[in-house]
């Protein structure tokens, strides 16, 4: 049996009103907020916060195998993102740690692989959603990260949602793209995207539930994700399922989080879902996902702490439209007459990262990050 | 093993100050041709006569060249030193141990800084390659988390801390305003300090030293030889340094209203010249008031109030230039900006003066004590360098 053994999201403290772009641009009014990473957060750190939290519901001794980063928006190109979360989650140096990142279909392909793995793996989905100021990105988007480790399940780490089903369909269409260093991306007209999708969730849903031995009305839980918002809302509408089953998108308090968000509702589900209750994820992205998971009797013992619902409680939404706009980098304002913050070097970030070996990491305080465990007792 | 001192080993036998501020018009080759001009005046000595010199300063040269070159030295040993906000100190402490040791006759101490030379506010470092872990945080953010941290501990009120800050302030600025050679040479009213604009946390503009240039320098021989420069040789009773574990960040006791390694350095200091109450024994003390609730935190540190009282002393003007212990009579970081390596011999400075009784009459404090205190302080809160000295107009019974 093979399926989640553990969970965690993070969403960042801050939040956008979406009156406050339209005060700021004169644009009609959004309603609720987006969730926004800081001027110091990333898609690698807000994956770390994630990582933490499922690590944390993670059985002493239970180390993954491997993990998988997935974002849209990752911090480094041609170096590889996940192995800064590697090691700030103090991961052994066998587990292996691999990208998928540039577009947000890699976030339910992470999840996928994980599922698929012999031994627990860490899928860490993380993305920072941004668009032209007064967009609909801007403005529907969302910052937030989701972390799950799959496997087959032991008697140390208990399977919290067993996979039960999956399928799978891919297209190659043009409806999102963005060329590499652009700022934004570029969205087809609202109305192909939806037609574009419709039939994939519909062929992909209809399988996975055939594979299930299920009707749609069998579901408990349904999540349908994607960026293109019409085409959930099509795929929603035709997927037969009770609209009780129909789980809340966040779009009110956090907004999509792209490659994150299919983990996030996910996450969001587990939070509490009962024993049994059947789920299904259907993700819409150049193409269509869906993996069908049912709850096991020991999700109840094992649930995240912080859950998404405390995430959410937890920020403050009074950022100014200025704010957001100076971190994003939208804004080109006069910085400080400050000298620019000095770039880590290569060799004594690969030093003092080695912690065991070598004496750099021995009189360490055990309460300090491992990162600076190492760098003060150097 | 054990910190023995070399109380009343060796003497300042001259001096030399420049004027601190923005010197848009002197290199910094012309500010230590300034100071070292004026200590060998003081002393009566050619350049030719010091057999060796030290020069403190974090970034305004590297190596002894950086004062041979302008002196145009005869082939003498230079030693460059930086211990962070102390260099000026450490130039000092080493060329007297030098004395000391017997090595040389007669030595000079040289601190300089040419800060406005950068472009930039505030000081700036330029770290040693790094892993990108280290915190980023600028000076008056680290010091500004000292005040919440006080008044938390001994339940002060935020209006009263801003009073006592603000006070401090005022009190230098206006200790400054009788010296020449202050940066920044006029009072301060409480109202323009107290509504200046945030920096910090609850620092103003006007709780922040200034950003200046400067040099300052002292002629040093042994002790018994001081009478053949100056009727008025000033003697050196300790010379402390301390540099702590650099673990207060991480360390959750640590609690943000202390520098252990302020008081380390002065109970060192206060041994060396067996001082047992430094509130009743000195004439002044000259301390790194870098940020004013550093000066509140010194002032405890230092064995001048008992913990928990130094605001109320400061609010009773305690430590005024009429008070019972003048702190910063020539106007402190606060008046002079803080050019790095020159600080600690700008506080030496006036201790030659104040005890010399060669201050301006406006600020010559007038009591019968012969001893000076000066501080110097290098890092941040948890992780600094600390310097105490303390020098004497008298030899000791």
């Given amino acids: ?378 | 093993m054990g910190s023995h001192g070399i109380r009343d080993r060796v003497a300042i036998v001259g001096m030399g100050c420049t004027p601190f501020g923005e010197h848009w018009d002197k290199s910094v080759d012309d500010l230590v041709i300034d100071s070292t001009t004026e200590a060998l005046a003081s002393a009566g000595v050619a350049v030719d006569d010091v057999d060796a010199f030290w020069l403190g300063t974090m970034g305004s040269g590297v190596s002894g060249l950086t004062l041979s070159r302008p002196l145009h030295l005869d082939y003498k040993p230079v030693s460059r030193l930086e211990n962070m906000c102390a260099t000026g100190s450490e130039a000092f402490r080493n060329a007297c141990y030098a004395v000391a040791s017997g090595a040389y006759d007669t030595v000079m101490a040289v601190g300089v800084e040419k800060l406005k030379d950068s472009g930039f506010s505030g000081l700036t470092m330029s770290p040693p390659p790094g892993d990108g872990t280290a915190v980023e945080l600028t000076a008056p953010a680290m010091f500004s988390l000292l005040a919440p941290a006080y008044r938390e501990k001994y339940g002060v009120d935020e209006q009263e801390m801003k009073d006592v800050l603000t006070r401090i302030a005022w009190k230098n600025h206006k200790n400054g305003a009788l010296n020449p050679r202050a940066q920044f040479k006029r009072e301060v009213s409480k109202e323009v300090i107290c509504n200046s604009p945030l920096i910090a946390g609850q620092l103003g503009i006007f709780d922040c030293s200034g950003v200046s240039d400067g040099s300052a320098a002292a002629m040093i021989v042994r002790a018994e030889d001081a009478h053949e420069y100056t009727d008025k040789p000033i003697y050196v009773k300790a010379l402390s340094f301390v540099a702590g574990p650099a673990n207060g960040p991480i360390d959750p006791e640590y609690d943000y209203t202390s520098f252990e390694e302020v008081v380390r350095s002065s109970q060192d200091a206060y041994a060396q010249a067996g001082i047992e109450d430094p509130r009743a024994e000195l004439a002044l003390a000259e301390v790194h008031d870098c940020f004013t609730p550093t000066e509140l935190v010194l002032m405890e540190d230092l064995g001048f109030a008992e913990r928990g009282t130094a605001w109320k002393e400061v609010l009773a003007g305690t430590f005024d230039l009429d008070g019972e212990l003048a702190v910063n009579p020539d106007g402190g970081l606060k008046s002079f900006g803080h050019p790095i390596g020159a600080s600690g011999l700008r506080m030496l400075f006036e201790c030659w003066l104040q005890l010399r009784h060669e201050a301006p009459a406006e600020r010559q404090i007038t009591n019968d004590k012969k001893l000076g205190l000066t501080h110097n302080l290098g890092g941040a809160p948890g992780e600094c360098v600390s310097f105490v000295s303390v020098v004497g107009a008298e030899p000791s019974d």
Wanted: with cysteine; hydrophobic share 40%.
């Fill in chain 1, 1 to 378: 049996m093979s399926g989640v053994l553990s969970y965690g999201t993070y969403v960042p403290y801050y939040r956008l009103q979406r009156s406050a772009i339209a005060a700021a641009l004169g644009t009609p009014s959004g309603k609720g907020s987006r969730a926004v990473a800081s001027s110091d957060e990333d898609t690698t750190t807000m994956a770390v916060e994630a990582g933490r939290v499922a690590m944390r519901g993670l059985a002493d001794g239970v180390a993954p195998g491997a993990v998988y980063f997935a974002t849209a928006d990752p911090a480094y190109l041609d170096k590889t993102n996940a192995t800064a979360i590697h090691v700030a989650l103090a991961l052994p140096d066998d587990t292996a740690a691999y990208d998928m990142v540039g577009s947000v279909r890699s976030g339910v392909g992470a999840l996928r692989a994980a599922l698929d793995a012999k031994q627990p793996t860490l899928a860490v989905l993380s993305d920072l959603r941004t668009g032209l100021a007064g967009g609909n990105d801007e403005r529907d988007g969302g910052d937030a990260a989701a972390a799950i480790v799959c496997g087959p399940g032991s008697d140390e780490a208990p399977v919290l949602a067993e996979l039960v089903a999956s399928a799978s369909v891919t297209a190659e269409f043009m409806d999102r793209w963005r060329v590499p260093g652009a700022r934004s991306s570029t969205v087809w007209e609202e109305r192909f995207g939806g037609h574009a999708y419709a039939p994939l969730a519909e062929q992909a849903l209809t399988d996975a539930l055939k594979a299930a031995d299920t009707t749609p009305d069998g579901l408990d839980h349904l999540i349908v994700t994607g960026p293109q918002a019409r085409g959930v809302r099509a795929a929603l509408a035709k997927s037969g399922a009770r609209p009780e089953a129909v789980v809340d998108d966040l779009s009110a308090t956090v907004g999509n989080t792209g490659t994150a968000h299919p983990g996030l509702l996910l996450s969001s589900v587990l939070d509490a879902a009962e024993p049994g209750a059947l789920i299904a994820l259907v993700v819409l992205a150049d193409g269509a996902d869906v993996l069908v998971f049912r709850a096991t009797d020991a999700l109840a013992q094992h649930r995240a702490s912080p859950s998404v619902a405390q995430w959410i409680a937890s920020g403050r939404d009074d950022l100014d439209y200025q704010r957001f706009l100076t971190w994003r980098e939208s804004l080109v304002r006069e910085g400080p007459r400050r000298p620019d913050p000095v770039s880590p070097a290569g060799p004594p970030r690969c030093v003092e990262s080695s912690g065991s070996s070598g004496s750099s990491g021995a009189a360490a305080p055990s309460a300090a990050p491992a990162t600076c465990r190492r760098h003060v007792s150097a």
